[in-house]
């Protein structure tokens, strides 16, 4: 049987059918377009007016500006327009005014003016920053808001440099609290800021002005990572291959924690795996300054790792991972400028190395790391100084000991209790090892000393220097770190009943303990 007329929705219609259905639908279509039209004549009418036109256009435009203005707004707070920050106009070795608390046994010398008589924050030219350098403070905290690890790092982003050095949490500070360890400091200003306005960025700005009486220097940026943000970091680049320096064998039944690792080479270490390792303490002989070596050659090989996969990296999503965890004052744009450019770095520019000094050394009872300051200097102005002038013995505040082992302070300037630590003289030094490497060393040695026995500047007198102690130190407790079942890293030392606290700040309120083990993973187990 064949068909005729047209096929319409799968059935075939009589011709006449379907022509009646091809005129229907075009009277529909011309009825729509004749709706259309007398829908838009408006807008045609009011174009048709010149003035009007003008004033629309002109609407449209300020509408498309402030759009764009939002949008590039959002990208700047978003990280999308990546671009190099700006740095910090911090003060510059040269100048270091009085702190307003000063006590000491010698004025601050005159240096409020810079060699040409101007103001030093104003000439720079005297002391210029060199170009693309940027310097940082890294805190790593654990989860009772101790110091575990402290670092100074300088990145030049125009010689790809990428210089680090790590400061002992238990190094003597020129501080206005008895606990003048260095790991006392951040505690201590977010203490003494608490409950004011911005009081994170206050502490913070505190930390930086008082590192920079070790470096002669105020860092432009503050980083400060916790555990879960190490560990998450690892994670995120796939892990990292490490050779254990030797048996690592630590069990803590009330954190539910057990460390046992062989010496050797170990492929794939995970984030948790590897916080074990670096916060693991108690198997070495030098205890902290071999804990510092071993991360310090941890994170060389985990940098040395990065670099060579640098094509797999996604620096965003390591950046995302990076702010979760990290407190900082980059904003995200940055952190991301900060990780393209460090994966333009070669492995060999990339160095680590320990602040010289005497690991062995005790005041008032307690054990602290004496600065060696030439050894130290000589670090600074090696690596890390971002300006052009040299870091003098001057521009620095440190507390240290002389040749007589009696405590003194670099500018004379010294902070808190003036009678602090007078009793004491201290051990000897038992010895001088190298402090620098290029390759992950770290200076230090079994001994306990991280460089050389130091001099004592010319003309500069000891503070307080009455009484003799031929035990090394002032009767009192000693300063017993945590997996040995006392006090957090960060809890105030005891003293002795005859020391007497500053007014101002108050030294710090005891810690809670941590438990048995000493609270983190591997915490100095």
Known sequence: MKFTGYRKKGRHLPKNVSKKADQEAETDA???VEKTASRFAW?????????????????ALVVGVAIVVLVMDVFAKTGIIIKAPDVNPVP???YRPPPANATGSSPLPEQTASPSGEDPDVEEEDNPRRPGTFTFLIFGIDSQANTDVIMTATFDTENY???VASIPRDTLTNVEW???????IVYNMRRIHRGEDNAEEAAMKGVKETFADILGYEVDYWVTVDLRGFAALIDAIGGVDFYIPQDMHYDDPAQNLHIHYSKGMKRGLTGQQSLEIIRFRMGYANKDIGRIETQQNFLKAAVDQILAKKSSINVATL???FLKYVKTDLAINYVIWF????????AGMVSFVMMPGNSMDSVNGSSYVTIYVDEWLEIINERLNPFSDEVTPTDVSILTRGADRRLYVTDGNRQGDPAWGSSSRGPSPSGSSGSNSSSGGSGGNSSGNTGSTPAEPPGTEPDDIDGEDPAGGEAGPPDVDPGEGETSPDAPDQTSPDQTAPESPADPPAQPEPSPGGGEPGGDG
């Open 92 to 94: 510059r070795p040269g």
């Open 319 to 321: 950046a995302d991972t």
């Open 178 to 184: 008895n606990v003048k360890k260095a790991n006392q």
């Open 43 to 59: 807008i045609k009418s009011l174009l048709s007016n010149k003035v009007l036109k003008k004033a629309l256009l002109g609407l």
């Open 30 to 32: 011309e009825n729509g």
């Open 339 to 346: 990780g393209l450019e460090f994966l333009k770095l070669d």
């Open 161 to 163: 440099t990428f210089n």
